[in-house]
């Protein structure tokens, strides 16, 4: 009895990831961006701990409290003390009006899963059938990265496309081998660090995060 309300607990918690998606993909507001993104990284590590107790895959504990230290406490207190020093209150600005950007996220999410159906079908996890939901969250925030043309909304994206790609290597193979979790999340701790580093650069040459500007670089 407890192995199909497990499991329905996983697709509950993949489906407000989902929603979470979409609400970051229609977000105006940079700190509403930033906590949105924390409460993905929250829902996602709860995921992943009902998982670990479904499967007794115990290495999905460790996923999970990791997922909490970086992606719950530590990037968004980063993105948030770099929008402090930055002195960054604009809203977030997009190429395609919202609407517009609405209807194409929704036809990426049929696309997704119409394409994760016959590879979920090969899987053998209890949480198999988050596969299309997982794909939906990658394809969502990478229209979110091309749809933003300020910097920090990008490195969010970029961020919450992470997080759809861990989700789906837990719903396929009930995770990576803990040496590669580890490597990832060293790998977007000094992205995040590199990417401050990167705002403040921007910030001083052009006085605007706006990444239009990089289009007045010249090679000399």
């Known amino acids: ?8 607990l996983i697709n509950l918690l993949a489906a407000l990831l989902l929603l979470i998606a979409f609400a970051m993909l229609a977000q105006r507001r940079v700190l509403s961006l930033i906590n949105l993104f924390a409460w993905q990284g929250l829902i996602l590590a709860a995921s992943t701990a009902v998982m670990a107790y479904s499967s007794h895959q115990h290495h999905l504990y460790y996923s999970a409290l990791l997922t909490v230290l970086l992606k719950v406490l530590f990037l968004p207190w980063l993105l948030h003390r770099l929008i402090r020093q ?20 929704l036809g990426l999410v049929v696309f997704a899963f119409n394409l994760a159906t016959p590879i979920s079908q090969l899987a053998t996890t209890v949480a198999k059938s988050t596969l299309g939901i997982a794909l939906a969250s990658v394809l969502l925030s990478f229209l979110m990265m091309i749809t933003r043309r300020k910097a920090i909304p990008q490195v969010i994206g970029f961020l919450a496309m992470e997080n759809g790609l861990f989700l789906a290597a837990t719903s396929a193979t009930y995770g990576m081998p803990m040496v590669v979790e580890l490597g990832i999340a060293l790998d977007v701790l000094v992205g995040a660090v590199i990417l401050g580093i990167f705002f403040f650069q921007i910030r001083e040459a052009f006085d605007s995060l706006d990444l239009k500007h990089m289009e007045q670089l010249r090679e000399k």
């Open 1 to 8: 009895m407890a192995s199909p309300f497990l499991g329905d």
């Open 86 to 105: 930055l002195n960054v209150k604009w809203d977030v600005e997009t190429l395609i009006n919202i609407p517009t950007t609405m209807l194409t996220g």
